[in-house]
């Protein structure tokens, strides 16, 4: 059984920054893909950023030149660094990653349970 584990969510005021990690855990043979979406109540679920194993990084146009995904493939971890914060930022982060499991052969997405950002004053 694949995991995912978010930590770093708080209160932040704007401006401040914080720091989102993703832990993938189990038997895991190769992660194609880590992103990190975001939703609140009423809204839908949007992608934040996406970091794929061919080295490409994508962002939403609300984040772009605010936010940084970065990975450690050693550790099978994906970070969100989130700095200039918005209240409008204020959601539920989830993190996804596609994943192949031993011994399968099979690709299969994987969501954690998510970490709260609150931005406020």
């Known amino acids: 059984q694949v995991q995912l584990v978010e930590s770093g969510g708080a209160l932040a005021q704007p401006g401040g920054s914080l720091r989102l990690s993703c832990a993938a855990s189990g038997s895991i043979s190769s992660i194609s893909a880590m992103a990190w979406y975001r939703q609140g109540p009423g809204i839908q679920r949007k992608l934040v950023a996406l970091s794929t194993s061919d080295s490409r990084i994508s962002y939403a146009d609300s984040v772009k030149g605010r936010f940084t995904i970065s990975r450690d493939s050693a550790k099978n971890m994906v970070y969100l660094q989130m700095d200039s914060l918005k209240p409008e930022d204020t959601a539920v982060y989830l993190c996804?990653?596609?994943?192949?499991?031993?011994?399968?052969?099979?690709?299969?997405?994987?969501w954690g349970k998510g970490t709260l950002v609150t931005v406020s004053s």
């Open positions: 996804y990653a596609q994943i192949k499991a031993t011994p399968s052969s099979a690709w299969v997405s994987v």
